[in-house]
């Protein structure tokens, strides 16, 4: 079982910036591939950027230029840099651990949320 607790979220202004942080529990999280997903009122969840066990990154068109997914194996925590906040950046943010070839192997956080005022 694997605990994953995000934090940092809050109300920000427009083209402000928040650094939300992940940590997780367990062993395994270096070779995890970590996510951030977020979800606003209405819609679907959506990945905002992964990162890999071997540091290699991926980012919504959306969050291209802005944000910056980072990790640090060794606090067991994942990041994820957002700046130039805009009002459509407004939504629950989670945090998504999965081990690549164990399908079962997929945990969520319990979210964030980050409300963005114009």
């Known amino acids: 079982q694997v605990q994953l607790v995000e934090s940092g979220g809050g109300l920000v202004q427009a083209g402000g910036s928040l650094r939300l942080s992940c940590a997780a529990s367990g062993s395994m999280f270096s070779a995890n591939t970590m996510g951030w997903y977020r979800q606003a009122p209405g819609k679907q969840r959506e990945l905002v950027a992964s990162i890999t066990s071997r540091g290699s990154t991926d980012y919504a068109d959306s969050a291209k230029g802005r944000f910056t997914i980072s990790r640090d194996n060794t606090k067991n925590t994942v990041y994820l840099q957002m700046n130039s906040l805009k009002p459509e950046d407004t939504a629950a943010y989670y945090c998504?651990?999965?081990?690549?070839?164990?399908?079962?192997?997929?945990?969520w956080g319990q979210g964030t949320q980050v409300p963005v005022s114009s």
């Open positions: 998504k651990a999965k081990l690549p070839g164990y399908i079962a192997y997929v945990y």
